[in-house]
């Protein structure tokens, strides 16, 4: 029989099938990274390229191919960074805003169809645990914690 630990790791694979779902169904217009990339934009931003790539904790490349084909969707533009006129920062246009708040929007929809047995107590339950589990990961993988969506 597996150990608890294994149970979870199980568990979290077959959440990223859920996640993957989610992305098909609420972030059409997006995909799952997208979402992520504007998300930080929208959080954090103007931010640079690399702010982002450091948020999702991936590589720079992957971070600036999801910026150039949100600013070829017209979902972010860039613009010279003021302390360093080599580099630009990048921000939300109206578009983007509207995308990402509707993207949101049908996540959330879609999250109460599926919990929409549980009580409340067991959802925030369940937010805080998930909670408490990515700040050890984060703490134990030096990933950068946020505390907002995304």
């Known amino acids: 029989m597996p150990e608890p630990v294994e149970d979870l790791v199980i568990a979290l694979y077959r959440l990223g099938r859920v996640q993957r779902a989610i992305a098909r169904d609420a972030l059409a217009e997006l995909g799952g990274q997208g979402f992520a990339a504007l998300a930080v934009v929208h959080r954090d931003g103007p ?31 860039r613009e010279p960074d003021p302390d360093d006129r080599r580099a630009t920062r990048i921000h939300l246009t109206t578009a983007g805003t509207r995308v990402l708040r509707d993207s949101h929007r049908r996540m959330v929809a879609t999250a109460e169809t599926a919990l929409n047995a549980w009580s409340a107590q067991d959802v925030t339950s369940l937010a805080a645990q998930l909670e408490r589990l990515r700040e050890d990961f984060a703490a134990v993988a030096s990933l950068p914690i946020q505390k907002d969506a995304a």
Not at 47 to 70: G, I, K, P, T
Not at 71 to 76: R, S, T
Request: proline share 0%; charged share 20%.
């Open 47 to 77: 931010a640079r390229v690399s702010e982002v790539a450091e948020h999702l904790s991936v590589d720079l490349s992957v971070a600036s191919r999801q910026v150039a084909a949100l600013a070829l969707a017209g979902y972010v533009e």
